[in-house]
């Protein structure tokens, strides 16, 4: 494990200076970037080292960088930087989104599989309930409801499951 996190680590300083002194030698070959790509960069660095070095943990982080590099880069074209006031309840879907992804990597998706989706869901509710008071228009809003029995019917069913395995 630490000589494939070794290697990676290698390559990708390479990269990135390859990148940078392409940037020194031609500013204005990445002249279409915002500063968003940095997170999302960032956040697609920890997933491929989760890959490359079987560590599932690195998902978690990733994802989060990752989406709010999203989020930010969204902000940053429309300049609807009052979105903030109801899109940070994203942020706990892509915690959910870690877990399922290290779940992939780490070989136990089942485990981590009802806490992931547990999350996703409490931020789509978030999303929505906040979406709806701040900004978000009417039409999207209207079935977030659903969302909250969505979560009731994962909750139930893990209630069911759990009895049904300490019978």
């Given at each position: 494990m630490k000589r494939k996190s070794g290697i990676f680590g290698g390559v990708l300083l390479i990269l990135i200076g390859l990148l940078f002194l392409a940037s020194e030698i031609y500013p204005d070959i990445f002249s279409f970037w915002r500063w968003p790509f940095i997170l999302i960069g960032l956040g697609i660095i920890f997933l491929l080292w989760a890959l490359i070095a079987g560590r599932g943990g690195l998902a978690v982080p990733g994802a989060i960088l990752s989406g709010?590099?999203?989020?930010?880069?969204?902000?940053?074209?429309?300049?609807?930087?009052?979105?903030?006031?109801?899109?940070?309840?994203?942020?706990?879907?892509?915690?959910?989104?870690?877990?399922?992804?290290?779940?992939?990597?780490?070989?136990?998706?089942?485990?981590?599989?009802?806490?992931?989706?547990?999350?996703?869901?409490?931020?789509?509710?978030?999303?929505?309930?906040?979406?709806?008071?701040?900004?978000?228009?009417?039409?999207?809003?209207?079935?977030?409801?659903?969302?909250?029995?969505?979560?009731?019917?994962?909750?139930l069913i893990r209630a069911l499951l759990r009895n049904k395995d300490q019978a």
């Open positions: 709010l590099g999203g989020i930010f880069y969204y902000q940053e074209v429309t300049q609807n930087w009052e979105s903030w006031a109801y899109v940070w309840a994203l942020i706990p879907g892509f915690v959910g989104v870690g877990i399922w992804l290290s779940g992939l990597i780490n070989k136990k998706f089942k485990q981590n599989f009802s806490g992931g989706l547990t999350l996703i869901l409490i931020s789509t509710i978030l999303f929505f309930a906040f979406g709806a008071q701040f900004g978000l228009q009417p039409a999207i809003t209207m079935f977030w409801p659903i969302l909250l029995i969505a979560l009731g019917a994962v909750a």
